[in-house]
């Protein structure tokens, strides 16, 4: 089968669509015949080298949706031809395939299309992993227009939460359709915001302004800034490495119920086919991406 990966670290060529022996469904999971998968954002600083130790060639994707063709062992209440979204292991990844097998997963919405579904289990299960963590009426999501970020202040709006969300000023508008209230990032950002019950930081590079806002590192988590540690700040991830977090998975079902009532979208911010994973790579590292980048097979 075509799946994407890449065999050395360096920039965006060096991803490419390789032939690989399909996977098969062991016990408790599941395997789809994909029909989009989810570009991991993450997954750049592993191909660059900044984030080195991955086992090379290394298989990229983490989030997929798909027609079921495999049920494993002890699997029940699923049956092939069923429709589905979710996510892989996160130390085997290889959703950006023609085939995926996946440990975690949930009815795709009908409201949702499949690039859509291809591109949520991943931001859904970060964005309430984080949540739960960041009890509180007010919130800002810094970052607030990128694959995760979107869906973060649609899941605290959702839960009743007052949510402030910074990006560039093409995005102001587009971020009060999700329920936010905009603001630019940079400097300034502590007088512009003032004070909040909690941060989710998406973007990185400003831990000591976020902290300033929300009054004390506890109250700030990080999903992209390798300086939290630095700060006091808890750097959330759920990679197959020490320190990762318990997987929110429960927030699928959160995440169905929502979209059924028209309360969750996942903004798209552009489909590639496999064969221009590169292009994918490229477009998430110019940082102007809105919602998440998609490969649809």
Not at 137 to 156: F, N, R
Request: charged share 20%.
């Amino acid at each position: 089968m075509k799946a994407v990966q890449f065999s050395q670290y360096g920039p965006p060529r060096v991803v490419h669509v390789a032939d690989v022996a399909e996977p098969h469904a062991g016990p408790g999971e599941i395997r789809i015949s994909v029909r989009a998968s989810g570009f991991s954002a993450g997954e750049t600083a592993i191909r660059s080298g900044a984030r080195k130790g991955a086992r090379l060639p290394f298989r990229t994707g983490y989030d997929a949706a798909g027609v079921v063709d495999e049920v494993g062992d002890g699997v029940t209440g699923i049956e092939p031809g069923a429709h589905v979204f979710g996510m892989t292991a996160a130390d085997r990844r290889g959703a950006n395939a023609e085939y995926a097998v996946l440990v975690h997963w949930a009815a795709k919405p009908a409201a949702w299309s499949w690039a859509e579904a291809g591109g949520a289990a991943g931001a859904i299960e970060t964005a309430t992993r984080v949540l739960d963590q960041l009890p509180g009426e007010t919130l800002l999501v810094h970052g607030a227009a990128g694959g995760v970020g979107t869906v973060a202040v649609q899941l605290a709006v959702a839960r009743g939460v007052t949510v402030i969300g910074t990006a560039s000023p093409r995005n102001h508008d587009f971020l009060r359709s999700l329920g936010a209230e905009p603001t630019t990032y940079g400097p300034g950002l502590v007088d512009r915001v003032g004070s909040v019950d909690a941060v989710f930081d998406c973007a990185g590079g400003a831990l000591p302004d976020l902290i300033e806002i929300a009054g004390d590192p506890a109250r700030v988590v990080t999903i992209t800034d390798a300086t939290a540690p630095q700060h006091g700040v808890h750097f959330s991830h759920s990679a197959a490495i020490p320190g990762a977090d318990p997987l929110a998975v429960h927030g699928l079902a959160t995440a169905i119920k929502l979209a059924e009532e028209g309360r969750l979208k996942i903004p798209v911010a552009a489909t590639f086919p496999l064969s221009q994973a590169a292009a994918a790579h490229e477009l998430s590292e110019g940082r102007h991406a809105r919602g998440k980048i998609v490969y649809v097979n």
